[in-house]
């Protein structure tokens, strides 16, 4: 298991934490029936455990710590549209603004946004140069639901989106992005959907479309348009989906398609909210799943991109399980065995209509590229 074990460049900085979502009823505004508001889902104090968790944990020896210039507005116009960028910048002054019905906007926000988008620049261009082989940028707020022109889900900017483009400007051919988090990667899927050099990978709950700011489905039948058509791969896993389904899901669909495709670089979003104790996912993977997820995309790296992997933090909710699944996927990514027990899973890893799922998951892909 250790013969990977190597450092693990961390990229982060405590600005991200000035992105204030406030309180609420979840992600929406206080309820006036009742006299307790929870803190958003998407808050500081979720990453400052996972911080927390990799500075004062039992891997914190294997990690160097890293900061970034703040993403500039040429690099994130790189990815996003110029017009929209000046948007986010002037919602800024306001003191509190909803870009979406979920997602609050305000003072710190924007630079905030910008520290993000940078961080997991950082990271790769980490990789790319050649100054370490695996890097882990630790974002907030997250970007993979993002689109060109279009807040959504948390989301403003893509950070994963900006960092690819940026990598291209230096000469990067071939990128491929898998993303793990339990929500449809739909503003990266937007961003590259046309686009045959990016191969754009979301295996996630089969929520579908919702809304206005995501009318993308998720579906296994959206592969990409024009040159793209082929380069965009979806897996929507069925409710209740745990460990065997993810990582069969990874064996059987990802790598196949990612050995085909043979990127320079491998892009990981990775998110924790698939797992079973989330307040955003309703899925079960546990602590050992997304050791089982690191170690499957440190693998995958090392037999094809020459082992550059860069990981960019997405989602995860659960203000103390995320922070212990993103430490075990570092482990995995690490190739080191697990070192915390599992505090709370105890959930059967329910398989019920895998068989089925990941068969109409392929056929329904092979059909539309046939057409």
Not at 73 to 102: I, N, P, Q, V
């Amino acid at each position: 298991m250790s013969k990977f074990s190597e450092r693990l460049a961390v990229f982060f900085d405590e600005r991200i934490f000035d992105h204030d979502t406030d309180h609420g009823f979840f992600d929406g505004n206080a309820s006036p029936y009742l006299p307790v508001a929870e803190r958003h889902p998407e808050n500081a104090e979720r990453v400052r455990n996972m911080h927390g968790i990799l500075a004062n944990g039992p891997i914190k020896d294997h990690i160097d710590w890293h900061d970034a210039p703040v993403a500039s507005e040429a690099a994130m116009g790189l990815f996003h549209d110029d017009a929209y960028l000046k948007e986010l910048a002037a919602l800024a002054a306001d003191r509190k603004h909803w870009c979406t019905s979920t997602t609050p906007f305000g003072p710190g926000s924007y630079d905030a946004v910008r520290v993000s988008a940078g961080l997991a620049v950082g990271a790769a261009e980490h990789v790319w140069l050649g100054k370490g082989k695996i890097a882990y940028a630790l974002c907030r707020p997250p970007g993979h639901h993002a689109q060109p022109a279009r807040t959504d889900g948390y989301c403003f900017v893509n950070n994963i989106g900006v960092a690819i483009e940026v990598l291209r400007a230096k000469g990067l051919r071939r990128a491929a992005v898998i993303d793990w988090d339990v929500h449809h990667g739909n503003g990266t899927q937007a961003g590259f959907y046309a686009d045959p050099d990016i191969l754009t990978i979301s295996m996630h709950m089969d929520h579908g479309a919702w809304g206005d700011s995501h009318p993308q489905t998720g579906a296994a039948d959206e592969v990409g348009i024009d040159a793209g058509k082929g380069a965009n791969l979806n897996i929507p896993l069925p409710y209740g989906s745990g460990d065997s389904a993810h990582l069969r899901a990874f064996d059987e669909i990802i790598t196949p398609a990612v050995q085909a495709f043979r990127p320079q670089v491998l892009v990981v979003a990775a998110g924790q909210d698939a797992n079973q104790f989330d307040p955003n996912g309703r899925q079960n993977v546990t602590m050992a799943g997304f050791h089982g997820l690191g170690l499957r995309a440190r693998k995958l790296a090392a037999e094809l991109t020459d082992g550059k992997l860069v990981l960019v933090q997405e989602g995860g909710y659960s203000i103390s399980y995320a922070a212990y699944c993103l430490h075990a996927t570092l482990e995995g990514v690490l190739g080191l065995r697990s070192s915390l027990d599992d505090p709370i899973a105890f959930l059967p890893d329910h398989t019920h209509g895998l068989e089925a799922a990941l068969r109409e998951i392929l056929e329904t892909r092979r059909s539309v590229l046939e057409l």
